[in-house]
């Protein structure tokens, strides 16, 4: 007994020790570690952005955003920092945009994708394909941007992440309108249209009735099945819940949420342009 109680107190104290030293490593490199790390964010600012004088920073639902001003207060850029959802886990990456929302570059900050397959996401050959492509682009998967046989769904991730931010920056911070639909304007009919998906197109058809949209079907996507069943049947049904395509498309699976709103989008702007109608 009198063992046992020795043996308790011994682990107690040893599990006391190690904790006050981890505690205390930790406050002696933490400083340490974040200036190293605003030091080399520094250096990236002034990599992309030469005329780089100060910054302000703004959070969009769980982004960040560096507006980069020059000597002159004159908006030059935005420096994401973004974490998206990889293979393997999170991929935190910066997205440097010039004032005309033209990606200036990419760097990956961090991930954990597997070496020698996923990682490839950290070469400049990859890196650069982005390099001069803006919101204007489609930047679709296998088309404007190379998908990595291995690695289909580190590339993927970082693709539509890519394509996403770039709206993000000039619908928030360039003055790029963002089109809204008038439903009620559409006619009675079905309806198809695709977007860009994480590997290829995803495509759905809409059905419209007195004004409202009625149904929402995926005919065809490459998502991967584990992640997509995420957003479908539940970005269906919040479009139709609120008949709007502002939508929360926080899920499991975002972006390909976000592909099928798009999508749904494309099949409603055709119908309007049939009809010769307009927002």
């Given at each position: 007994m009198r063992d046992i109680l020795r043996l308790s107190i011994t682990l107690a104290l040893v599990g006391i020790l190690s904790a006050s030293l981890l505690t205390y490593i930790h406050g002696v490199t933490a400083p340490i570690i974040a200036e190293r790390q605003e030091a080399e964010y520094r250096q990236a600012l002034e990599l992309f952005f030469p005329d780089f004088d100060s910054f302000e920073s703004e959070q969009q639902d769980g982004d960040y955003f560096d507006l980069i001003y020059d000597s002159s207060g004159n908006l030059i850029g935005i420096m994401s920092t973004i974490q998206q959802q990889g293979y393997d886990g999170y991929i935190t990456y910066n997205l440097a945009v010039d004032g005309e929302g033209v990606i200036l570059g990419l760097l990956i900050i961090s991930h954990s994708?597997?070496?020698?397959?996923?990682?490839?996401?950290?070469?400049?050959?990859?890196?650069?394909?982005?390099?001069?492509?803006?919101?204007?682009?489609?930047?679709?998967?296998?088309?404007?941007?190379?998908?990595?046989?291995?690695?289909?769904?580190?590339?993927?991730?970082?693709?539509?992440?890519?394509?996403?931010?770039?709206?993000?920056?000039?619908?928030?911070?360039?003055?790029?309108?963002?089109?809204?639909?008038?439903?009620?304007?559409?006619?009675?009919?079905?309806?198809?249209?695709?977007?860009?998906?994480?590997?290829?197109?995803?495509?759905?058809?809409?059905?419209?009735?007195?004004?409202?949209?009625?149904?929402?079907?995926?005919?065809?996507?490459?998502?991967?099945?584990?992640?997509?069943?995420?957003?479908?049947?539940?970005?269906?049904?919040?479009?139709?819940?609120?008949?709007?395509?502002?939508?929360d498309t926080e899920t499991g699976a975002t972006l390909s949420a976000e592909s099928i709103v798009d999508a749904v989008r494309a099949a409603l702007s055709g119908a309007l342009e049939e009809e010769g109608g307009g927002e």
């Amino acid at each position: 007994m009198r063992d046992i109680l020795r043996l308790s107190i011994t682990l107690a104290l040893v599990g006391i020790l190690s904790a006050s030293l981890l505690t205390y490593i930790h406050g002696v490199t933490a400083p340490i570690i974040a200036e190293r790390q605003e030091a080399e964010y520094r250096q990236a600012l002034e990599l992309f952005f030469p005329d780089f004088d100060s910054f302000e920073s703004e959070q969009q639902d769980g982004d960040y955003f560096d507006l980069i001003y020059d000597s002159s207060g004159n908006l030059i850029g935005i420096m994401s920092t973004i974490q998206q959802q990889g293979y393997d886990g999170y991929i935190t990456y910066n997205l440097a945009v010039d004032g005309e929302g033209v990606i200036l570059g990419l760097l990956i900050i961090s991930h954990s994708e597997t070496p020698g397959i996923g990682d490839i996401i950290t070469t400049d050959s990859f890196k650069e394909q982005f390099i001069g492509k803006s919101y204007e682009d489609p930047i679709t998967a296998g088309e404007d941007v190379d998908i990595v046989s291995g690695a289909t769904v580190s590339t993927s991730a970082m693709i539509s992440s890519v394509r996403r931010v770039a709206g993000v920056i000039a619908e928030k911070y360039l003055g790029q309108e963002k089109d809204i639909i008038d439903i009620a304007a559409i006619p009675d009919g079905i309806y198809q249209g695709s977007a860009p998906g994480l590997a290829g197109p995803l495509t759905v058809v809409v059905e419209v009735a007195g004004g409202v949209i009625v149904s929402i079907e995926v005919l065809e996507h490459s998502e991967t099945p584990t992640y997509f069943i995420e957003s479908y049947p539940l970005i269906p049904e919040r479009i139709i819940a609120e008949q709007q395509l502002d939508v929360d498309t926080e899920t499991g699976a975002t972006l390909s949420a976000e592909s099928i709103v798009d999508a749904v989008r494309a099949a409603l702007s055709g119908a309007l342009e049939e009809e010769g109608g307009g927002e």
